[in-house]
């Protein structure tokens, strides 16, 4: 837990925690741990609504509300975007730019891989902005530490805008790939190939800050890169 009041609370996920149950799947879930913990104030009233979800290989900060009053404040902070929230990321390759700023609409791609997206002028508005926070090489390649700023809330956004960049995310099964390591992921496992070529067993983003209004005053929570991420990335921040 990073930090909590009466009516919200802030913990930091880990990686590959899911948020949600999916697909009818037993298996651990953020959510499921929340109602563990918060079973006694479940059992006064209390609703939880997770407000800020994460992919299950996205580490990081997730914000809960308790209950609907809460929800509906943070909901119209989401929506009249005037949450912050800031990503590191570590991707294949020396950006030639300190600062970028992506502007491309996204639409679901389709094929066989039903939840990926693709960059598309029909598609929804998205915007993400990045700068380099380090370069970094080592046996495997060049890679950078991004930081990177999404101006909209868009699925798969930023792994999206990395790719179109040219810089992928290491560890990235979806973006960056022709997409045959998430198939064989949910078939039962990664082949060696595949797992050599992703590097790194998951993704490397991780939800660092989150700021948001509260009580007439902001709020802001801060998480470092964990440990999996850190070892990799060495001395580049």
Known sequence: MIDE?????????????????ANGKVEPTLLGGL???????????????????????????????????AARHF???????????????????????????????????????????????????????????GRFSNALGQFAVLRCFPETGRMHQIRVHLEHAGYPLVGDKIYGTDGSPYLEQISGGLSDVSAARLILPRHALHACLLAVE?????????SQLPADLAAFAGNAR
Not at 214 to 222: D, N, P, T, V, Y
């Open 5 to 21: 009041s009466d009516d919200w609370i802030v913990v930091e996920k880990p990686a590959p925690l899911a948020v949600h149950p």
């Open 75 to 133: 909901s119209f902070q989401f929506q009249d975007r005037m949450v912050q929230k800031e990503y590191l990321a570590i991707v294949h390759g020396w950006p030639e730019w300190d600062e970028l700023r992506v502007e491309a609409s996204i639409i679901r791609g389709g094929g066989a891989i039903w939840l990926r997206q693709v960059v598309d002028p029909s598609g929804r508005d998205c915007v993400t902005a990045f700068r380099v926070e």
């Open 35 to 69: 109602e563990e913990l918060l079973i006694y104030e479940r059992a006064n009233g209390a609703r939880l609504s997770i407000l800020t979800r994460l992919d299950r290989e996205t580490s990081g900060l997730v914000l809960v509300a308790k209950n609907a009053t």
């Open 214 to 222: 509260w009580e007439g005053k902001r709020i802001e929570w801060r």
